[in-house]
């Protein structure tokens, strides 16, 4: 088992993305913490996983979860070796969109959710390594959208570039860190069936676009257990000479028109 005996922090670790990646860090031997948003998919989520897996409900904008999060894993299991940052999503619904459209308060909110909220995780997860005299794995959720946009369809401007925001930080400590062995890499999905993607995943335009953007497995919207294998890797030791690397998992996303 490719995490046996390693303590892995999934923030976001409740649904979707995140709790695939859950599922997979517990088969692959993982000694797991998860943090949810609310307390209904947080104890959903610790019924279906088992309780030798740790649990917490907060937000993962406010710096505090983060910091009770990396606590809590090494009271749980004695010491923090990975931390997967899935937490984000989009703001849509809050003002985003094109860029002559965007609010002031979507903007704002977007990358509090999207880029905020990593700092938090990648900041508390690094303080615990070096207190700990050890390398670690920090392993961030980006996406195809920071630097292959899709104007027809997905035209969130301020996800975008918090996305890209995320690629960015992401590089810049891999660079600073990799003396300390501590590695940071990320994963950039495509158009993915998530709780938040339902509009995408519900709108036959959009799939017919996807079956030509995403044209891999037959061309289709991704599932979150698509993600599993690329997550288990960078945050294991086969990942043990990898770092400032951004993983495209995106059915051909990022090489393909998306034209019939």
Request: glycine fraction near 12%.
């Amino acid at each position: 088992m490719r995490l046996e005996g390693k303590s892995i922090l999934v923030v976001g670790g409740t649904t979707g993305l995140g709790l695939a990646a859950a599922r997979a860090c517990v088969r692959e031997g993982a000694r797991l913490t998860i943090v949810g948003r609310d307390e209904a998919s947080t104890k959903s989520a610790a019924a279906e996983l088992g309780s030798d897996v740790a649990v917490l409900t907060g937000d993962a904008v406010d710096p505090i979860t983060s910091e009770r999060a990396v606590a809590l894993a090494v009271e749980r299991f004695g010491r923090l070796d990975g931390v997967y940052h899935v937490a984000g999503g989009s703001g849509r619904s809050r003002g985003d969109g094109p860029l002559h459209e965007i609010t002031d308060d979507g903007w704002q909110y977007t990358f509090d959710l999207n880029l905020r909220s990593v700092f938090n995780s990648n900041r508390a997860a690094v303080r615990q390594f070096m207190a700990q005299r050890s390398g670690g794995a920090v392993l961030n959720l980006g996406s195809v959208a920071a630097f292959f946009p899709s104007p027809r369809f997905f035209a969130t401007h301020a996800y975008a570039a918090a996305k890209a925001a995320i690629e960015g930080i992401t590089r810049s400590c891999a660079a600073y860190y990799a003396k300390q062995q501590i590695r940071f890499n990320a994963i950039a999905p495509g158009a993915m069936n998530t709780p938040m993607a339902q509009r995408a995943a519900q709108d036959e335009q959009i799939l017919r676009f996807l079956a030509a953007k995403q044209p891999l497995d037959g061309g289709r919207i991704g599932k979150p257990e698509d993600l599993d294998e690329a997550v288990i890797y960078l945050l294991s030791d086969g990942a043990k000479f990898v770092t400032g690397q951004v993983f495209a998992v995106d059915g051909g996303w990022s090489v393909s028109e998306g034209i019939d």
